[in-house]
């Protein structure tokens, strides 16, 4: 059996809670981390109906895209739905885990889904993040050195853009004088030692800090390791906000957009002035993602896709680009693939099911 803290780690090692946003409430929300997996119901949304779900179906986890708690709560008086759920949840031993702005900010997450569905290619993240990135450099001997690679490459260093296995590598000369209480690898005891090693770079994102080190120094011959951390100031192409992808073909707008209302299953969509070019380039950002707009237009995209928009910032769009609004539910909704996509590939003793509720809160008339 799977307990739940084995499922829900997995998908926090998929979408680090390191890269939600400050706001965000991601992670664990109620139940026990040790408990047995008996289901799980994938939801965007979690309310009363979803629980019941859960409890019909004896599925004691929940995972959302959406925080069932969002901000504090001060109370439990059962006079509204959060508050309701959170009891029902608790009462009948269900768990409920909550991914939700840390999957929008992975090069694989929300963001690259709504590309994918759209049929784009080349695919990168529109705003990455910055101060993210931190490089490793570690000297160690020639004879050890393919060995000590990959290691901190496993521990999740090296990446770059769409390329891994990434370093530096510089032979060179250590020296070093191993004193009465030292035990050294090679070299003598209170002699001065010479040692022709490799220096070794490479970057990681700084969540992955702590397994890095970790690994490196079990690997590492030397009793000491001489190693250094430095802060790069770099932007991480893997992590950040948005989707920026291509056509091979472009696509006049009206075909466009009527693609768009297909593939999201959305019975309108709100959008600026079409501008009368042909669509090859397109971001978007699941949920809200007004604050992207300088960005898309930046980006040199024809379209930007995403929801929430207020009325005055559709006249922001201007001729630069087609600002369009799905809505907030339909652009997330292929969340729950992704999140589906994940467990099928490591778990097999227990059912993983998409909730048939309802949740969408908007009506359309």
């Known amino acids: 059996m799977s307990t739940v803290g084995e499922v829900t780690g997995c998908i926090n090692d998929f979408a680090p809670v390191i890269y939600q946003e400050s706001y965000d409430n991601s992670g664990l929300q109620t139940g026990n981390l040790s408990d047995e997996v008996t289901g799980v119901i994938l939801a965007v949304d979690i309310t009363e109906e979803v629980i019941d779900e859960a409890i019909r179906l004896k599925a004691n986890l929940i995972i959302s895209h959406h925080p069932l708690i969002f901000t504090g709560l001060k109370n439990f008086n059962l006079n509204n739905y959060i508050s309701r759920s959170i009891v029902k949840a608790i009462k009948n031993d269900i768990s409920v885990f909550c991914c939700h702005t840390n999957v929008d900010n992975i090069s694989m997450g929300v963001n690259y889904k709504i590309t994918e569905k759209l049929g784009l290619q080349n695919i990168r993240i529109l705003k990455p993040v910055s101060g993210d990135l931190l490089k490793l450099v570690v000297f160690v001997p020639e004879a050890y050195a393919e060995r000590l690679r990959k290691v901190i490459f496993e521990a999740g260093a090296g990446h770059i853009g769409n390329y891994d296995c990434c370093s530096f590598n510089t032979p060179g000369n250590g020296t070093f004088r191993a004193t009465e209480q030292a035990n050294p690898f090679v070299g003598e005891k209170n002699s001065l030692h010479t040692e022709p090693e490799i220096r070794i770079e490479t970057i990681f994102p700084r969540y992955c800090e702590k397994n890095i080190i970790s690994a490196m120094i079990k690997a590492h011959p030397y ?9 790069v ?21 009206k075909s466009f957009l009527t693609l768009l209302k297909e593939t999201f299953k959305v019975p309108m969509i709100r959008h600026s002035n079409l501008t009368g070019r042909q669509v090859s380039s397109v971001a978007v950002c699941g949920g809200s993602g007004s604050f992207l707009l300088n960005d898309a237009i930046n980006a040199g995209a024809g379209v930007f896709v995403t929801s929430d928009i207020k009325y005055h910032q559709f006249f922001d769009a201007g001729e630069k680009i087609i600002l369009t609004d799905i809505g907030h539910f339909e652009s997330e909704q292929f969340t729950l693939e992704i999140f589906y996509e994940l467990l099928m590939k490591k778990f097999s003793n227990f059912a993983i099911c998409f909730t048939k509720v309802k949740t969408n809160p908007i009506n359309y008339f």
């Open 223 to 231: 009793e000491e390791v001489a190693y250094d951390i430095y802060q």
């Open 233 to 253: 100031s770099n932007k991480n192409p893997n992590f950040g906000a948005g989707a920026l992808g291509f056509y091979n073909e472009p696509l006049d707008e």
